[in-house]
């Protein structure tokens, strides 16, 4: 499944969407703390390309951009907090969470973790590793992409179906084996630390639909950013 549970079809329904866009605008507001200017802010330039890619509108990037930078009245105070525990049939998750109200979003991880179990701090994160993650597409067809991870510094490549690649790094190398790539041609489409499991699962397809059920839930949650799962 991957590092980063992905919804099905997430982006075909209109209400869908709309929460894309608004986990997509926190990233952005949240990028946007460390300068507005993407040229020398990594993390604004890279949830930027994220938005560009599923086409939030120019206005609302603009504005979250000025609110994360405390040029714009009213500034978002976004915090992260991450939750762990299982979902149906034991399978571990790890819920990363952009919230105003951490006693609301609490309360809500409460309600969503019924079905599965909500666990402490470590109870599960134990079992995952902290790595850097970039989705990037190469600069032409037939492009090597374990030369490329070599010759970038990443740890390790995975070539996904549609043709882009993730490269695995270490955390603290995510940005400049990003830069690296793309030194080389290659088109970061993301970078960002995630959790990889290291003992991912593997389930019939019906417990796995009923995984999938759960999460589709968990993610419709607007304070939920990112899921990542321990699913083979």
């Given at each position: 499944?991957?590092?980063?549970?992905?919804?099905?079809?997430?982006?075909?329904?209109?209400?869908?969407?709309?929460?894309?866009?608004?986990?997509?605008?926190k990233e952005i507001v949240v990028a946007a703390r460390?300068?507005?200017?993407?040229?020398?802010?990594?993390?604004?330039?890279?949830?930027?390309?994220?938005?560009?890619?599923?086409s939030v509108p120019r206005e609302t990037v603009e504005r979250a951009v000025k609110k994360g930078a405390g040029l714009a009245d009213g500034a978002a105070q976004f915090e992260q907090v991450?939750?762990?525990?299982?979902?149906?049939?034991?399978?571990?998750?790890?819920?990363?969470?952009?919230?105003d109200n951490k006693n609301r979003t609490a309360s809500s991880m409460r309600v969503l973790f019924r079905g599965g179990?909500?666990?402490?701090?470590?109870?599960?994160?134990?079992?995952?590793?902290?790595v850097g993650m970039i989705e990037a597409s190469p600069p032409e067809a037939g492009e090597d992409p374990e030369e490329a991870a070599i010759e970038a510094g990443a740890g390790d490549v995975q070539v996904e179906e549609e043709g882009s690649c993730s490269f695995i790094t270490d955390a603290s190398a995510l940005h400049a084996v990003s830069?690296?790539?793309?030194?080389?041609?290659?088109?970061?489409?993301?970078?960002?630390?995630?959790?990889?499991?290291?003992?991912?699962?593997?389930?019939?397809?019906a417990e796995r639909d009923e995984v999938e059920a759960w999460l589709d839930k968990?993610?419709?949650?607007?304070?939920?950013?990112k899921i990542f799962v321990g699913l083979a």
């Open positions: 499944m991957g590092a980063q549970w992905k919804q099905k079809h997430k982006v075909a329904a209109a209400d869908s969407k709309g929460r894309l866009f608004g986990k997509l605008t460390g300068g507005a200017d993407p040229a020398m802010n990594a993390a604004l330039r890279m949830a930027l390309e994220a938005a560009r890619k599923q991450t939750y762990e525990g299982f979902a149906p049939h034991n399978v571990p998750v790890v819920v990363e969470c952009l919230t179990q909500q666990g402490a701090s470590g109870s599960v994160t134990w079992d995952f590793s902290r830069n690296a790539l793309g030194e080389r041609g290659w088109t970061a489409e993301s970078a960002c630390l995630v959790w990889m499991p290291n003992n991912p699962l593997t389930l019939g397809e968990m993610d419709a949650d607007d304070d939920v950013q």
